[in-house]
């Protein structure tokens, strides 16, 4: 798994409240990202970061934010979950011009 | 933009025939492509890369690539299947501005019967 750790794996939670993942590496990797999965869609990048705060935003970036204060974690909020943000959220991390690795994933219910 | 098609949701395949499982791509710049795995209830495992260099790439569990600039395309292979390789499959492309982030596409299911 390329030490990294994604916590929770699993959550549930209302719609309106926030919710935050954690993504922690073990490789002080520069790149890190967050991918979310969902069914006809593949992955699709929803922020990015190229250093300790240095963030970006991807393809489906509403209703996210990032923070990475140290190089080992980047964080993933959603401010007030809903019901679209159900979903599978993958962290990635890349270390120079090699292939991504992945995460276990987090499974996320919106309810 | 770049974009990648996996024109397949589903390929069947028996074991020990081979296999292919289509991408094609669409960039401005170089190709950097990818193919990674998922098994269920799992994270994504990187198969294979292309760079530069032979069209055909050789990656993990015997699978292999073939990169074809002039169809733009990607198609992932295998010359006998096995019923683990049952999973799902994604072909990306990763962006050249610096980045590295990955466009992927949206997926085939691979399924092998014995």
Known sequence: ?????????????????????????????RYMYWYRQDPGHGLRLIHYSYGVKDTDKGEVSDGYSVSRSKTEDFLLTLESATSSQTSV?????????????FGQGTRLTVV | AQSVAQPEDQVNVAEG???????????????????YVQYPN???????????????????YGFEAEFNKSQTSFHLKKPSALVSDSALYFCAVRDD??????????????????
């Not at chain 1, 990635?92 to 991504?100: D, F, R, S, V």
């Not at chain 2, 025939?17 to 193919?35: A, I």
Request: glycine residues 10%; positive net charge; aromatic residues 12%.
């Open chain 2, 97 to 114: 501005s610096g980045y590295s982030t990955l466009t992927f596409g949206k997926g085939t299911m691979l399924l092998v019967s014995p």
């Open chain 1, 89 to 101: 959220y993958f962290c990635a991390i890349k270390a120079g011009n090699t292939e991504a690795f």
């Open chain 2, 17 to 35: 025939n081979p296999l292919t499982v289509k991408c094609t791509y669409s960039v401005s710049g170089n190709p950097y492509l990818f193919w």
């Open chain 1, 1 to 29: 798994d390329a030490g990294i750790t994604q916590s929770p794996r699993h959550k549930v939670t209302e719609t309106g409240t926030p919710v935050t993942l954690r993504c922690h590496q073990t490789e002080n990797h």
């Open chain 2, 42 to 60: 799992r994270g994504l495992q990187f198969l294979l890369k292309y760079i530069t260099g032979d069209n055909l790439v050789k990656g993990s």
